[in-house]
């Protein structure tokens, strides 16, 4: 078991995501950054979709209740264990009673703490994750975690050994975030569309894991902004009446109203969330061909820098009788 002492901002518990269920409204949900998310929880030993901590800007301070290993992923995030600075790139073991301290991100939004045995909070719907919008999950009424909060964990091999990253995780830094034009492209002149395309965009505060509003020369569609609520999809870019786009994340809403004049390609939305407030990217134009292609390397690229993890842990469970 693990007991908040500190919560930091937007600490909530996530696994990957529930599927399956946007037809009903219910969007996934899951980590804002699932490469650093499935990071994190193999170092300890855990599935990749195992349920983790997520928080943003800072992670706070937690107590061990019972032995288990830890460990960080998502930016550098300034580790301590009973007040000494740790290796935050590798896992730890640490024993009941002992604090854990996560320190501000200087180079990242999201971050992850992944417990041996993985957060064990009730599923709703077929996850753990939290859905902050709709207080769905996590086991703690669908919100944020709060001082003196107990999280049970799961079962785990205590001999287990802590490991350490081979390879780095890929599709990381850049401020290029690649997209598939439309559906709803057609809608904004090809000029506008183009400028969309070439044109600096910042990062606006107004954020959350529901959506990025993006500050930038105004993307006017031709004959407004209202159209018949249709399907979303996280990575969706929205434009409303506003004309600054808004991208849609983790805890998208299913349907919406606005045009959508691209969509963020899967490969890049993880590098697009972890963009802080403030920073400028540009948009590059993708083939839906492309965006497919781009996938498959990122997710063999994802799976080579986990799988030495996964040998290890492996090799290091014990034999059944």
């Keep these: 078991m693990i007991e908040v002492i500190t919560p930091g901002p937007m600490l909530t518990v996530q696994d990957a995501g529930r599927f399956g269920l946007r037809h009903a409204g219910v969007s996934s949900a ?21 349920a ?17 290993r830890v460990a960080v992923a998502g930016g550098t995030i300034p580790l301590r264990i009973d007040g000494t600075q740790m290796d935050a790139s590798r896992a730890h073991r640490v024993h009941a009673g002992s604090t854990i ?26 996850s753990r994750s939290t859905h902050l919008r709709s207080g769905v999950g996590g086991g703690v009424g669908g919100g944020t975690l709060v001082r003196g909060q107990r999280l049970p964990l799961g079962t785990f091999d205590p001999r287990a050994a802590c490991l350490a990253p081979l390879r780095p995780l890929p599709d990381r830094g850049g401020t290029v975030i690649r ?23 910042t990062v606006a505060p107004q954020r959350d894991r529901m959506a990025m509003t993006l500050a930038g020369k105004a993307i006017p569609a031709r004959a407004g902004h209202d159209i018949v609520s249709d399907g979303t999809v996280s990575g969706s870019v929205q434009v409303p009446g506003s004309g600054q786009p808004l991208v849609l994340m983790a805890e998208s809403q299913t349907t919406g109203g606005y045009p959508k004049i691209a969509t963020v390609i899967g490969a890049d939305l993880p590098r697009l969330a972890q963009l802080p407030t403030g920073a400028t990217f540009r948009f590059a134009a993708v083939t839906r061909d492309a965006a497919e292609d781009i996938w498959r390397v990122h997710c063999h690229s994802l799976a080579r820098a986990l799988h030495p993890l996964k040998v290890c842990i492996a090799r290091r469970r014990p034999t059944p009788n």
């Design 30 to 50: 899951g980590p804002m950054d699932r490469p650093a998310h499935a990071l994190a929880n193999v170092l300890v030993g855990n599935p990749q979709d195992a």
């Design 179 to 201: 997209a598939v034009p439309g559906p709803q492209d057609d809608l904004f002149a090809p000029e506008t569309v183009a400028r969309f395309f070439s044109q600096d965009f």
């Design 101 to 126: 301290s996560l320190g501000p991100m200087p180079d990242a939004v999201w971050g992850y703490l992944a417990v041996s045995g993985g957060i064990d909070v009730p599923m709703v719907m077929g």
């Design 52 to 68: 983790a901590l997520e928080f943003a800007g800072f992670g706070g301070t937690f107590r061990a209740l019972s032995p288990c």
